[in-house]
């Protein structure tokens, strides 16, 4: 199967079970959506399908390769990226230098040398254009707004190509005309290729992108299916008013 699957995915911190025997697919080549209330485990799932922590039980599979436990840096090799439900970016590097780093996390120093390959510069340039913020290209990340920080995050995901991108609440804190531009980009991402895996709370989002739907609660899928069936199932209801 193309796409990436977990199997009784579990991970607690103290007496907390953030992620608990978690099973769910996620189809190669869709948008899908993963939602639920606060504290129902989405960003601990995707720190584990991403290696940012290790899972306690359970495998991940993605292509049908086991990628259980590996480290980030492996995974993000895979094809797969993400962005942070608090955006991350270096506050004091421009759009165009945060997108280089974007390239080689950990070394921002090489990343920035003059010696940097002119094609990386070509490529940062490109992908602001894409994202719509070519204009700001050299102006210090902590001078945008926190929307097209955002943005400036997104196409730091671009940089590494991957196949495959979990966004963590790409529309919080992101003002309307924003989150259209946000949602046309991923539409346009989508239709060349690329699969989404989308946690957010702004249903319209939701309900106006994916093309599947799968609801977390108390970590671990509840209801799953398009979002219309989604949205008229008494359990995701239940759920959301803390049932
Ligand atoms: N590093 C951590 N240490 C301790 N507890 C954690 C840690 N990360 C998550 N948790 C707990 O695990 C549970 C799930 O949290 P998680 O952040 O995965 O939920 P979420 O669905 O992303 O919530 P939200 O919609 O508010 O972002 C919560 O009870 C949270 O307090
Ligand atoms: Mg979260």
Known sequence: ??????????????????????????????????????????????????????????????????????GAHKIAHEGIGRSFQLCRVFPRLTAVENLLAA????????????????????????????????????????DLSYGQQKLLELAGVLMADPETILLDEPAGGVNPALIERIGVLVRELNAEGRTFLIVEHNMDVVMSLSDHVVVFDRGRPIAEG??????????????????
């Open 1 to 70: 199967m193309k796409g990436l699957r977990v199997a009784g995915l579990t991970k607690s911190f103290g007496g907390v079970r953030a992620v608990d025997d978690a099973s769910v697919t996620f189809q190669h080549g869709r948008i899908n959506a993963l939602i639920g209330p606060n504290g129902s485990g989405k960003t601990t799932f995707f720190n584990c399908v991403t290696g940012m922590v290790k899972p306690d039980a359970g495998i991940v599979t993605y292509h049908d390769r086991d990628i259980t436990g590996r």
């Open 103 to 142: 390239v080689r996390p950990g070394s921002i120093v090489r990343a920035l040398a003059p010696a940097r390959l002119k094609s990386d510069v070509d490529r940062a340039l490109e992908l602001l254009t894409r994202v719509g913020i070519e204009h700001l290209a050299d102006v210090e990340a902590r």
């Open 226 to 243: 398009p979002p219309d069936v989604v949205r008229a199932d008494p359990l995701v209801l239940a759920a959301y008013l803390g049932g």
